[in-house]
Every structure is written in C-alpha cells, then in structure tokens.
C-alpha cells in the first residue's frame, strides 16, 4: 500500500485496517456459510484444509509417552466474532477455546469449542456431560501402545468418567473439588494433604 501513491492518497493505513478487519470476501459456491441452516456446525471449515493437516501432522510425529494430559486451551484472538469465549482465568483471557490431547509438552490431538455451538464434532455418550464425553472420545485416538494415564483437572474429573476410561484401559487422575461425587472420605484426605503442604 505504501508503495502505491494512488491507494495511499485516497484512503490512510489506519483506514484501510478498519476496512480490512470487516471485510470478508468469499465464493458462494464453496462457502459454508452461504448454506445456513449447516453453517453453524462448520465455522471450522474455514481453517481447511490446515487444521486436518496440522493434526495429522501431531498424530504421525509425535510418539506419545505413556503419560497424557487433557486440558482446555484458549487461543488468543481479541477481534469480534461469535464463536469465540471469554474465560478470564486463563492467560489469554478471550479468543477460541479448543481442548487438546498432550504428552510431554507436545500437542497430539484437539477438538475445537465455541460459544454458541459448545464441542465441534462431538460424539455425544448417552448420560455423559460433553466435557466428559469429549475425553473419552479424544483418549480414544491414541494409538495402543501402552496402558496410558490421562491427567484431568477438576472441570473434567468424575467417576463415570474415570470408569468409562478403566474399561479402555486407560488409568486417570484428577483433581477434585469439595462440592464433587467422589467419596467424602477422599475429600477429607484432600483436604488433609493440603493442609500439611501449606
């Protein structure tokens, strides 16, 4: 732009961001938002053929170890769109929020989440919450090479969870809050435990 007399003498670089964060140009024909009732669905549509890449990617290089964690991740994007959410607790405070697979520090697998249609792709399990469903869905596209343990924070842990993934041979440990179902009696441990450490 700035080598372009004519664009720059008709319209200022400022100008031109404001335009540019607004405008967005698309063929009707392959554009999944032209389809409506779907489109809701498929707003990650947009990030193809890249997001399948990338994941294949994670999948064939890295080798997971034995030991796995499932968390929840927000990528930071502060622009407006409706898909995105706001979770003050995390570093990043608002942009996309996707739950992702590890394994010593290294991204394997991850599905993506938005504010208005929750888990992308989910596969619901019958009396399961989605969260919950997500990560048995997620531990499921490991490769079985080992009988991994899956480390959870409180959002995710709850016995149905911790069986679901038994049955898949899958060890689990999680964090728990007071209000949980696990037995009180571990609660009081818990609390035990963490009174000594302060």
């Not at 664009?7 to 404001?18: E, K, P, V, W, Y």
């Not at 890449?53 to 890295?62: E, I, S, T």
Request: aromatic share 12%.
């Amino acid at each position: 732009m700035h080598g372009n007399p004519e664009i720059s003498q008709a319209m200022s670089l400022t100008r031109f961001d404001q335009i540019k964060r607004f405008l967005k140009l698309s063929d009707p024909n392959t554009d999944p938002e032209s389809k409506s009732p779907g489109y809701e669905k498929l707003w990650t549509a947009k990030l193809e053929p890249f997001s399948t890449l990338f994941q294949q990617a994670c999948k064939q290089y890295l080798h997971s170890g034995r030991n796995v964690s499932v968390d929840e991740q927000l990528i930071l994007f502060k622009n407006l769109f409706k898909h995105i959410m706001n979770i003050l607790s995390k570093k990043a405070d608002r942009g996309f929020k996707i739950y992702c697979l590890c394994s010593e520090n290294y991204l394997y697998a991850f599905m993506y989440a938005s504010k208005t249609t929750k888990i992308v792709d989910l596969h619901q399990i019958q009396d399961f919450s989605p969260s919950a469903s997500m990560v048995v869905q997620i531990v499921k596209s490991l490769p079985r090479l080992y009988e991994y343990v899956v480390y959870l924070n409180n959002f995710f842990s709850s016995i149905d969870l911790f069986m679901a993934l038994k049955a898949l041979r899958v060890e689990a440990v999680g964090t728990a809050k007071q209000s949980s179902e696990f037995d009180e009696n571990l609660l009081k441990l818990k609390a035990v435990a963490t009174k000594e450490k302060n």
